[in-house]
């Protein structure tokens, strides 16, 4: 199980950092990541990152301004999002998968419930 939080709202320029806790199984061998969905709009690769930590990847709309990272001893998954945007509003959903290419073409092998993220301009 995938368990997201850290949304909420935040003014536009401002940062939030998003966890995703993973329980019942040990994801330690998984590339792990983050997709958003906007209202009215379809499912969008944010980041994933390697099993290691050693590679990670974003989507155009995000990159120099989000940074994922992952602490396996804690199962757990980070992204810390910078220079928030209003279009940058959405649920935000994190996701496991066997390769991190995989993951950045939308393969998912697990995934959880979502956090809201509201940038207000």
């Known amino acids: 199980q995938l368990q997201a939080s850290g949304g909420g709202l935040v003014q536009a320029g401002g940062s939030l950092r998003l966890s995703c806790a993973a329980s019942?199984?040990?994801?330690?061998?998984?590339?792990m990541g983050w997709f958003r969905q906007a209202p009215g709009k379809g499912l969008e690769f944010v980041s994933g990152?390697?099993?290691?930590?050693?590679?990670?990847g974003y989507g155009d709309s995000v990159k120099d301004r989000f940074t994922a990272s992952r602490d396996n001893a804690k199962n757990t998954v980070y992204l810390q999002m910078n220079s928030l945007r209003p279009e940058d509003t959405a649920v935000y959903y994190c996701?496991?998968?066997?390769?991190?290419?995989?993951?950045?073409?939308?393969?998912?092998?697990?995934w959880g419930q979502g956090t809201l993220v509201t940038v207000s301009s």
């Open positions: 996701a496991a998968s066997a390769g991190l290419d995989r993951l950045a073409r939308g393969v998912k092998d697990y």
């Open positions: 019942g199984r040990a994801f330690s061998g998984y590339a």
């Open positions: 990152i390697s099993w290691d930590g050693g590679r990670a």
